[in-house]
Nanobody
């Protein structure tokens, strides 16, 4: 059984930064791509970022590109989401998710059906 636990959320002002962490259980963490998604109140869950198994290739939603950075440390079973220049519209609950196999298209990366394990989420609130 795989367990993902997000942390690092909180309340910040617009323009500030936060770093989210996602810790995964299991000895095969480095074998799987990982994604970050977010869900604002009353809205559907949306894709934020994707990283391949070793972190050498990443992809971002247009809304966060240039401000957010996804990285991972496979020795610690951790994946991170560094969020800079935060905006009120970034307010949401952020989730990490594991993909059971590599994903090659942007459309597929954004599809929640291509991820098999999800964390419980961590809340990010950005005030204006």
């Amino acid at each position: 059984q795989v367990r993902l636990v997000e942390s690092g959320g909180g309340l910040v002002q617009a323009g500030q930064s936060l770093r989210l962490s996602c810790e995964a259980s299991g000895r095969t963490f480095g074998s799987y791509p990982m994604g970050w998604f977010r869900q604002a109140q009353g809205k559907e869950r949306e894709f934020v970022a994707y990283t391949n198994r070793i972190g050498g290739w990443t992809y971002y939603a247009d809304s966060v590109s240039g401000r957010f950075t996804v990285s991972r440390d496979n020795t610690k079973n951790l994946v991170y989401l560094q969020m800079n220049s935060l905006k009120p519209e970034d307010t949401a609950t952020y989730y990490c998710a594991r993909a059971p196999s590599p994903i090659s298209t942007a459309q597929a990366m954004a599809d929640i059906k291509n991820y098999d394990y999800w964390g419980e989420g961590t809340r990010v609130t950005v005030s204006s």
